[in-house]
């Protein structure tokens, strides 16, 4: 790019600013310096990848000379930020303890946030207290008009979500004294209690603060980035394998996928503008997908998470299957059909039992074809015996028919 972009620019360049608090706060991002932070409650114990886009814009700040805090939300999480359309399902103090700490062990190994707890200063604050200290500072009429309150009134909202405001409030208020946090960064669904918190320290100190907002990521139609048949994609790879990452990552749709890089990636404005060019010269090469992939796993998981996550891919597709174990390639499993084996059996009756063939008949013409491949080698003797031998590790084989359909075959 001909111009050098100042921080703040950049982050409007790369479609990350939906809304500041102040102008003000233009120059304090370009400076440096500030104390901020960024919240999740703990109703899982992993993040998901709508996460991850939400904690990208932390690391930028953090990298341009910013400090943060995670604020993971012991106390706000028993309670649950109001949904649009319906009240959240309460889970118990002890789910939330697990969480938190899958959380806070999450956050300090990828992105090396500092992790602080809302329980640890709001456990002891009693009812009364809450109400004299706190709720007196909140007028209903603007409570009412928030757009996460305004959305439930027909439907109907408990006091208890309705004060979730407040809560998350205290905390902006609680870390502006005690930590010297001056700005809170979210997506943009948080908005309403950014603002509530600001009002709060305006009202309570006289003092300032401010909140900065990044849209939701989200597909063409506006559906949740990472929402795949109602599944969330983990950080942790122990619940979505790399692999399956980067099938997802891969297969997103072109007219998004610069977007993606410029909000999903620490790849420079110049490093994008050259790959969009070389993308759209050849869209089929996924050439942009690929550096989507590649960033944000190595990211997550580092590099040899990454290169076995293209490994299993390519050896899906005939590549090789050269240092891959049994256990890499189940990585697969969940997204490829699986098929359960007999050992000690011709091969024409394995392709019968398991209805990768529906029929002898297919199953010759296939073999006689040269259309069926095991652990990417072509077999075409219908009587070959097949045993576990024929597996990797003694558990998995990768069956082809054809160009496309491709098999997990488990040995139990």
Not at 146 to 173: C, H
Request: aromatic content about 8%.
């Amino acid at each position: 790019m001909k111009k050098e972009m100042t921080f703040y620019e950049e982050l409007v360049w790369r479609g990350l600013i939906q809304d500041i608090s102040s102008p003000d706060l233009i120059e304090k991002l370009n400076e440096g310096g500030l104390t901020f932070y960024i919240g999740t409650d703990p109703t899982a114990d992993s993040m998901h990848i709508g996460h991850y886009s939400s904690f990208l814009i932390s690391k930028r700040l953090a990298n341009h000379g910013h400090h943060p805090l995670l604020l993971v939300g012991g106390a706000t999480g028993l309670i649950g930020d109001p949904k649009p359309d319906s009240e959240r399902p309460m889970i118990t103090k002890e789910e939330v303890e697990h969480n938190f700490k899958g959380l806070k062990a999450q956050a300090e190994k990828i992105f090396g946030f500092e992790v602080v707890n809302n329980w640890d200063w709001t456990k002891d604050i009693n009812v009364i207290d809450f109400l004299r200290d706190y709720g007196k500072y909140f007028n209903v009429g603007y409570m009412l008009a928030k757009d996460k309150v305004k959305s439930r009134m027909e439907s109907g909202i408990t006091y208890a979500e309705f004060s979730y405001m407040i809560l998350q409030a205290l905390d902006f208020l609680w870390l502006y004294e005690n930590r010297g946090c001056t700005l809170q960064v979210a997506g943009s669904d948080q908005w309403g209690n950014i603002t509530s918190g600001i009002e709060l320290i305006r009202k309570k100190l006289d003092k300032e603060a401010y909140g900065m907002v990044m849209p939701l990521v989200t597909d063409s139609t506006g559906k949740k980035f990472g929402k795949t048949e109602g599944n969330a994609l983990w950080l942790d790879k122990n619940k979505t394998s790399s692999y399956e990452m980067y099938q997802y990552l891969i297969n997103l749709e072109d007219s998004m996928i610069i977007d993606y890089l410029k909000k999903l990636t620490f790849l420079t404005p110049d490093e994008i503008i050259e790959i969009e060019k070389e993308h759209n010269a050849a869209p089929h090469l996924r050439i942009a997908h690929k550096a989507l992939a590649k960033d944000i796993i190595i990211g997550l998981h580092g590099e040899e998470e990454y290169n076995k996550a293209v490994q299993i891919s390519e050896a899906l597709f005939g590549g090789s299957l050269d240092g891959l174990s049994a256990d890499d390639l189940l990585q697969a499993a969940r997204q490829v059909p699986n098929v359960s084996l007999e050992d000690n059996i011709e091969l024409i009756d394995l392709l019968v039992n398991t209805n990768i063939c529906s029929s002898k008949r297919e199953a010759r013409e296939m073999l006689e074809s040269g259309a069926i491949y095991l652990n990417n080698e072509k077999h075409t003797d219908e009587h070959e015996i097949i045993t576990k031998e024929n597996a990797i590790d003694n558990k998995v084989i990768i069956i082809k028919k054809g160009k496309k359909k491709q098999f997990i075959g488990i040995y139990a």
